[in-house]
């Protein structure tokens, strides 16, 4: 009996398997998916009722156009191969795509979804075009017939502009990333606006537009980006992120530039409209101007002379009437005080008399000499006139006449 060892049985398996499946197609679901930092994907190809280990290694990897995602249905293009050291075989994926689906088209959707989600697309981030543009770039290919078109189209709109041109491969496998540097050149010079574009073509000529690489470019520049790519059907990422989306490159230069003609025609009317707004400030000017000049001569400094003047001579003859008027009423009252003085003084004369007249009467009535009584005398304490029921007994009092007093005692008090 032939023996064979563990390694020689596994070599075999190898050679056999090595040989019989070189290259096979096979369709399964995506499970337990590992990206390896050497850039080798490891993942598990399943159905319902088997699994298969599966590689694909890190040169072949670089090449796919979307992400491997977990449950993802594929279809794996590679060769059958066994790990000797463990005795387990796996397939080598050469290339993947997804199963009912374009890889360009996934990748494609999960991208946009990526970068929507970042926020690339928003559009409070769009910048702002200025209206009149003097310096832009555009970044593309010196020998496509894009080029030509837009600079055609500036040729015929705008003859003031100044255009730089940034050649780049517009397709390709280096195309992305020549695309990315001249967006990243071109943004440090100072220009008004950048357009990247090209013409038309199949989703794969236009796929360097989806790369993310010039979506970061166009997403980190702080000059406005106009993305003119292909035909107005095509769609490519770029679209989303810049700031304006022409539907051609000749589109793109009759969006970012203004007419000639039409600002020939503009010129001419905000001349009109100048020359008319100049004509009512004139006239408004010197409405404002007669206004004032008016309003001079009548706040003037002769003008206010001659108002004092007039005001003083009306004054005067106020004053003078007021004077007339006065001395004709005091005229008239002397000479009714003329006619009525002397009877008043008369009647003055007599009123008087017979009230001195009557004072003389009321004095000698109030005479104490005429007021004398027999029997009758003043009595006063302390030099004070009292009553006679004022003292009491023992009180030193004086009796007075018109021609004598005596002092006397209060002996005794009886009342009657």
């Not at 001659?306 to 004054?315: D, G, M, N, S, V």
């Not at 009647?347 to 008399?353: G, K, T, V």
């Not at 009796?399 to 009657?416: E, G, Q, R, Y």
């Amino acid at each position: 009996m032939h023996t064979l060892s563990v390694s020689a049985l596994n070599e075999q398996i190898k050679t056999l398997l090595e040989t019989s499946f070189s290259h096979v197609y096979v369709e399964g679901e995506i499970s337990r998916i590992t990206f390896h930092n050497s850039g080798h994907i490891y993942f598990t190809l399943k159905d319902n009722e088997s699994a298969l280990s599966a590689v694909m290694f890190r040169g072949n990897a670089s090449k796919l156009k979307f992400r491997l995602e977990e449950g993802m249905k594929v279809i794996v293009d590679g060769a059958i191969t066994l790990y000797k050291p463990r005795g387990s075989y796996q397939i080598n994926c050469f290339s993947i795509q997804p199963s009912g689906q374009g890889a360009l088209a996934l990748a494609y959707e999960q991208l946009k979804e990526k970068l929507s989600t970042k926020g690339y697309f928003a559009q409070e981030r769009k910048k702002a075009f200025p209206k009149f543009v003097k310096k832009i770039a555009l970044i593309t290919s010196a020998t496509g017939a894009a080029l030509q078109d837009m600079l055609r189209v500036a040729e015929h709109r705008y003859r003031l502009l100044d255009v730089d041109v940034y050649d780049v491969l517009v397709q390709g496998e280096s195309a992305a990333a020549q695309i990315a540097r001249a967006i990243q050149l071109a943004d440090t010079k100072s220009y008004d606006a950048l357009v990247v574009g090209r013409g038309g073509g199949s989703i794969e000529d236009l796929w360097a537009f989806n790369e993310e690489i010039v979506a970061d470019a166009i997403f980190g520049a702080q000059t406005p980006i106009i993305s003119a790519v292909g035909h107005e059907i095509d769609w490519v990422i770029s679209d989303f992120v810049a700031d304006m989306r022409a539907p051609t490159p000749s589109a793109a230069m009759q969006m970012l530039l203004p007419d000639t003609n039409e600002l020939y025609l503009s010129l001419d009317a905000l001349s009109a409209q100048m020359s008319q707004l100049l004509s009512q400030k004139i006239d408004t000017k010197l409405q404002a101007l007669s206004h004032l000049k008016s309003s001079y001569q009548q706040h003037s400094i002769e003008k206010k002379i001659t108002q004092k003047k007039e005001e003083i001579t009306q004054f005067k003859e106020r004053f003078s009437q007021h004077i007339a008027y006065n001395i004709q009423s005091c005229t008239r009252e002397i000479e009714h005080v003329k006619v009525r003085y002397p009877s008043a003084i008369d009647n003055l004369l007599n009123i008087n008399r017979n009230q001195v007249l009557h004072l003389m009467k009321m004095l000698e009535s109030n005479n104490p000499k005429n007021k004398t009584k027999k029997g009758f005398a003043q009595i006063s304490k302390d030099s004070k006139v009292i009553d006679l029921e004022s003292l009491e007994p023992d009180d030193i009092f004086d009796v007075m006449s018109d021609s004598l007093k005596i002092s006397a005692k209060v002996l005794d008090k009886k009342s009657f």
